[in-house]
Structures are given as C-alpha cells and as structure tokens.
C-alpha cells in the first residue's frame, strides 16, 4: 500500500519539494539533517518503485506489442521504434541516476566529513576543527598535516606544498596544492581555501622582534615595511619616504587548509553523468 503511494509523481514531486525547503533550514537548524535523510530514502524508494513496477513493465509489453505486430498501423504511419523506445528507456536512467546520486549524497552524509584547518609554514596540526561529520565518518588521528613551503607566481596563484605525516614522523604523502588543484590522500581531498600573512621576525641590533602583517605592511611608531611578496626583503619607509630594503629573518604565513572526505563521490559523479546524456538523449 506504501509503495503505490510513493510511486505517484505528485507524491514524488512533493518529496523533492520538501528536499528542497529542509536543505534551505538546515543551515540554520542543523538537526533536520536526520530529516532530510529519511526524505532522500523515501524519494529513492519512490523513484525504484516508480521504475520498477510501471516504466520497466511498461516498457516490456510495448516491445511484446511490437514482435507480435500490434504497432504495424502506427509504424506505417511514420512512428519510428527506436525513437518510441527512446521515450520508453530514457526516463528510466533518469530515475536511476537520480537514484545513484542521492544514494551517494546519502554516504557522504553517514560517512563523510569536513573539516577546516589554518596552519603555518613549517608547522604540524591534526585535524581538529570539523565543520560536518556523518554518524559514521571516522576522523583518524594516526595523521598529521604539515605545510612545508608557500609560493606565489607571477600571477598571483599561491601554492602550498602539503605534507601527510604518520604519529612516528614517516612521510606518507607529498603534494603541491593551490586553490584550482586540490590534493587527494586516501580518498580525502585537501583544498587550499585561502592563505594569510601572520608576520615578520626582524632582528634590529641585538634585539629581535615579531611585527605582524597586514595588507603586505609591518607597522611599528613611524616606521613601515611593506613586502610585495613572500621574500625576506621588504622596503623601510620613514615619514613616507623610502629608506632601504631591510632583510627579515623569517616570513610567517599561513595556509587555510579544508579536509573533506567523501565517500559517496563516484556515485555522485557517475549519476550525474548518466542523468545528462539520458536528458540529451531524450532531447535529441
């Protein structure tokens, strides 16, 4: 009795309706998570029993029509049969990419997790401030992530290179990462989000000092260092005027870091894939 409730398209459209609105609060109350995945269960089940029961069968007895030559009037009247079984099989790989897609929004929201990290050069984190996480998403501590080096090119990418390190020191992975080239270690994608200078150590006499930065300029009394890029050299001025350029003996900054596992991905992918050439398909 459920399912042939579920199977009706009105009962299907209002489902990814409310989909829709539970995504929008989620936002704002994050405990309608558990809701919006019993909705995601429910349309997979409406989309299967929908293909399973009226458009596979459907589809079936229109081809037994055609061996037996019940569709001879219609094929003499100009109907195509691959066109008219086109029609038939294309709203079925909608309804199961739709189904692939929402089974792997389904893992990711059981399995997966994110989480966003700000760490210097030449500094080791774990991962510790978690954005989301499924109820069955395992975030290990048998890792470390270390940013190694940061560049910037001549036209203002910034590259990090990034470090996997297990809790004895051993170097598992190695990557250089930017905001367009993510990197993947064991099925975990790590994006660079963004970077930030922290400041500069300066040596003045026998004294040494920390000056933070902000917008490439070190203030301190009167006295500016501005930096044009990541290098140890940045001009001093005084009252506005140029001076000299000063050599620093280090350049802090950090990378923003974000860790994201996603273990419905593929399915993800591959159903989108599907649902776009079933469309173009049915479309041609």
Same mark, same amino acid.
């Given at each position: 009795?459920?399912?042939?409730?579920?199977? *009706?398209?009105?009962?299907? /459209?209002?489902?990814? &309706?409310?989909?829709?609105?539970?995504?929008? &609060?989620?936002? #704002?109350?994050?405990?309608? @998570?558990?809701?919006?995945? @019993?909705?995601? #269960?429910? &349309?997979? /089940?409406?989309?299967? +029993?929908?293909?399973? !029961?009226?458009?596979?069968?459907?589809? !079936? &007895?229109?081809?037994?029509? $055609?061996?037996?030559?019940?569709?001879?009037?219609?094929?003499?009247?100009?109907?195509?049969?691959?066109?008219?079984?086109?029609?038939?099989?294309?709203?079925?790989?909608?309804?199961?990419?739709?189904?692939?897609?929402?089974?792997?929004? @389904?893992?990711?929201?059981?399995?997966?997790?994110?989480?966003?990290?700000? /760490?210097?050069?030449?500094?080791?984190?774990?991962?510790?401030?978690?954005?989301?996480?499924?109820?069955?998403? $395992?975030?290990?501590?048998?890792?470390? /992530?270390?940013?190694?080096? @940061? *560049?910037?090119? !001549?036209?203002?990418?910034?590259?990090?290179?990034?470090?996997?390190?297990?809790?004895? =020191?051993?170097?598992?992975?190695?990557?250089?990462?930017?905001?367009?080239?993510?990197? !993947?270690? *064991?099925?975990?994608?790590?994006?660079?989000?963004?970077?930030?200078?922290?400041?500069?150590?300066?040596?003045?006499?026998?004294?040494?000092?920390?000056?933070?930065?902000?917008?490439?300029?070190?203030?301190? =009394?009167?006295? $500016?260092?501005?930096?044009?890029?990541?290098?140890?050299?940045?001009?001093?001025?005084?009252?506005?005027?140029?001076?000299?350029?000063?050599?620093?003996?280090?350049?802090?900054?950090?990378? +923003?870091?974000?860790?994201?596992?996603?273990?419905?991905? =593929?399915?993800?992918?591959? +159903?989108?894939?599907?649902?776009?050439?079933?469309?173009?398909?049915?479309?041609?």
């Amino acid at each position: 009795m459920l399912i042939k409730i579920l199977i *009706k398209i009105e009962v299907a /459209i209002s489902l990814l &309706l409310m989909i829709a609105l539970v995504n929008v &609060l989620i936002s #704002v109350i994050p405990g309608l @998570m558990i809701v919006n995945e @019993m909705l995601l #269960v429910l &349309l997979s /089940i409406s989309l299967m +029993g929908c293909t399973l !029961k009226v458009q596979i069968p459907s589809w !079936k &007895l229109e081809r037994v029509k $055609r061996r037996w030559g019940k569709k001879e009037a219609q094929v003499q009247q100009g109907e195509k049969w691959n066109e008219y079984e086109k029609n038939q099989l294309a709203p079925i790989g909608i309804h199961m990419s739709m189904i692939g897609m929402m089974g792997g929004s @389904m893992l990711d929201a059981i399995g997966g997790y994110t989480a966003q990290e700000r /760490i210097g050069v030449t500094e080791i984190s774990h991962i510790q401030n978690v954005v989301s996480a499924g109820y069955g998403s $395992r975030i290990g501590q048998e890792w470390n /992530i270390r940013v190694n080096e @940061m *560049k910037i090119s !001549k036209e203002g990418e910034v590259r990090s290179e990034v470090e996997i390190i297990d809790n004895e =020191g051993k170097s598992e992975w190695k990557e250089w990462i930017s905001v367009n080239h993510p990197g !993947k270690y *064991k099925g975990r994608w790590i994006y660079q989000t963004d970077w930030k200078w922290e400041g500069v150590r300066i040596k003045r006499g026998e004294k040494r000092y920390e000056c933070g930065i902000r917008g490439g300029i070190c203030k301190w =009394g009167e006295e $500016r260092l501005v930096f044009k890029d990541l290098s140890t050299k940045g001009m001093l001025y005084k009252q506005g005027k140029a001076v000299k350029e000063v050599e620093v003996e280090e350049v802090m900054v950090s990378a +923003g870091l974000q860790i994201k596992e996603s273990p419905g991905l =593929g399915m993800i992918w591959v +159903g989108s894939g599907t649902l776009m050439a079933s469309l173009i398909w049915l479309l041609l």
